[in-house]
């Protein structure tokens, strides 16, 4: 296992595609700070809980005002760097050695999960400090323990956003290829977060949304009392997610006919 880690490392960091994905989560907030700016000094009052970020005490919620953009960068990611391995036969290579496959799934979806938390967290320190730059570190309304908060909101948005990657995981693993598993990818991401948008205006099915994570990114607002109480409904409903897709996604890879 450790040996696959190392190997993934490498090829990881040797590739281009990293560069590309911690380029545009580091790039996106200092942009959006800039945008921001140029929006109050032309008569725009910034509110917190519409523009999510206004401050740089309100930027440990980068990941919530950029749920959808981390998605499809991540699910591109994953689409290509697990896609190629089976379009250019390299993954025969790693399982003639004998390499377990669940092994090899277990250390794809670790180099994913890493990937993720290092540009999440790059997001956020560069929003920090360019909010903070433009608007001051000001504070966050009605939260008396900043730090407290700043942990639990951060690692609960993280884990929301790795309960999604464990499903583009699964969908590459299932597909074989990098355009259908994107396409695939985006349909899911789509269709679980506006579609559930539709099916919360109804009285039968607006609970059931929110067993899709992307309910909780896309409709949550992570400041308000209301819905930090829901944190541990994220937390149990995002291991699930974890759980559920890596256990299918072993499961069918175990059983796939790799030629």
Do not use: C
Not at 44 to 60: F, R
Not at 101 to 114: M, V
Not at 221 to 244: G, N, Q, R, Y
Request: charged content about 10%; overall charge positive.
């Amino acid at each position: 296992m450790l040996n696959l880690l190392t190997a993934e490392k490498i090829k990881l960091v040797r590739s281009k595609k990293l560069w590309i994905v911690l380029g545009i989560l580091s790039i996106l907030p200092v942009m959006q700070a800039i945008n921001s700016k140029m929006m109050v000094h032309y008569g725009t009052e910034l509110v917190q809980a519409i523009d999510t970020v206004v401050n740089g005490a309100s930027s440990v919620l980068m990941i919530e005002k950029n749920a959808l953009t981390i998605l499809l960068v991540m699910s591109a990611f994953i689409s290509f760097f697990i896609g190629e391995e089976f379009q250019n036969g390299t993954i025969r290579n790693a399982l003639s050695l004998g390499r377990s496959r669940t092994h090899y799934y277990l250390s794809k979806l670790i180099i994913a999960a890493l990937l993720g938390v290092i540009g999440v967290l790059a997001m956020t320190g560069f929003g920090i400090i360019s909010f903070s730059a433009v608007f001051g570190f000001g504070e966050l309304g009605g939260i008396s323990n900043y730090s407290e908060y700043a942990f639990k909101a951060f690692s609960i948005l993280y884990l929301l956003i790795l309960a999604n990657v464990s499903i583009y995981v699964m969908i590459t693993f299932m597909t074989k290829n990098s355009g259908i598993s994107l396409i695939w990818s985006f349909l899911y991401t789509m269709a679980t977060g506006f579609g559930a948008g539709i099916f919360q205006q109804t009285t039968h099915f607006k609970q059931v949304t929110f067993w899709f994570t992307e309910s909780f990114l896309f409709y949550s607002d992570f400041a308000s009392k209301t819905d930090i109480a829901k944190f541990p409904e994220m937390i149990l409903v995002s291991l699930i997610t974890i759980m559920l897709s890596s256990a299918i996604g072993i499961l069918l890879f175990n059983r796939t006919d790799i030629k």
